[in-house]
């Protein structure tokens, strides 16, 4: 079967919405069918792994004789097909363009919504859902007007979705950086200066209590046959910083591993607690000290 074409998703707000049809409603109608699922890393690009990748991928097959011009805003919701996953956020606007009967595969740029739930893999089948609360529709509009495909974008969700804190949106870039914290300070409409204080009161207790080794946690999971997994810490760009546990082959059942949320060596650091079963990331956690 020849591969279907991979193509980067543009950003264009205004692209084909004179004759576009909302994805919604293709859908519902039956004119294309949809599937999304969590992105590939290991077939991924490597220009579109450094910083912020895709998350998703999105397979949108034209089942009419006509061309289709089809639209997605951001702010919409990528929902999970099995429990235990959380839903992510459209970040981009989608923007397909069809032929009779053709098939479109691409990436798609989309956000976490909850700080510690696993996110999405390769297995992983979603689905277009609903919109987002409006808090969350202006910041994705916002991410997407801006093009801010960097981490602190995401964060800047969480601070919506997850109540992490405003001031730890942080970014190499100080422009995008208070320029995502002021925005989400005016859509939850509160004084940014106030939580700065609040924040730095707070910081030095925290990380005491993290780095001290009194939290830990627990990956759980089951497997209906033997497998080969690894466990580790990553950075934003995929590269291993410590592992947790290394190849190990695991026979059917159900298992757990235990790790250190809050390592003292990459105390400062942003970081994921990845689990990568049979070459695949199965499980990933996103942290920040």
């Known amino acids: 079967m020849k591969p279907l074409p991979i193509l980067l998703l543009t950003f264009t707000l205004c692209a084909w919405r004179g004759s576009s049809m909302n994805m919604k409603e293709a859908i519902a109608s039956k004119v294309v069918a949809v599937e999304v699922s969590g992105a590939n890393w290991d077939s991924m690009p490597t220009t579109l792994r450094s910083g912020f990748s895709p ?49 479109q595969r691409n990436y798609v740029y989309a956000m976490c919504t909850e700080l510690h739930k696993s996110g999405p893999n390769s297995s992983l089948k979603y689905h277009v ?75 030095g207790a925290q990380l005491i209590e993290c780095n001290g080794g009194r939290l830990d946690r627990n990956i759980p999971f089951n497997i209906p046959d033997s497998a080969m997994v690894s466990v580790g810490y990553y950075d934003y760009s995929g590269q291993l910083l410590k592992p947790i546990m290394k190849n190990t082959m695991l026979m059917q059942g159900k298992h757990s591993v235990r790790y250190d949320p809050f390592p003292v060596a990459l105390a400062g650091k942003r970081y994921t607690v ?14 920040r000290q």
């Not at 997407?144 to 495909?149: D, E, F, G, N, V």
């Not at 804190?165 to 925005?183: A, R, V």
């Not at 049979?278 to 996103?286: H, I, P, Q, T, W």
């Open 55 to 103: 998350k998703m991928e999105m397979t949108v097959s034209n089942l009419s004789a006509q061309p289709v011009q089809l639209d997605l805003d951001p702010g919409y919701m990528l929902e999970a097909a099995e429990p235990g996953y959380q839903a992510m956020l459209l970040s981009q606007v989608i923007d397909f363009k069809l032929k009779p009967n053709e098939k």
């Open 274 to 287: 990845r689990m990568v079963k049979d070459g695949n990331v199965y499980r990933e956690y996103n942290f």
């Open 129 to 203: 859902g609903s919109k987002a609360s409006p808090a969350l529709m202006q910041m994705a509009m916002y991410i997407a007007s801006k093009k801010y495909l960097v981490h602190a974008a995401q964060e800047a969700v969480w601070s919506i979705s997850d109540d992490m804190p405003i001031p730890s949106i942080t970014d190499g870039d100080k422009h995008i950086q208070d320029d995502l914290q002021k925005q989400a300070a005016s859509i939850k409409k509160v004084n940014l200066a106030d939580l700065q204080k609040e924040y730095d009161r707070r910081k």
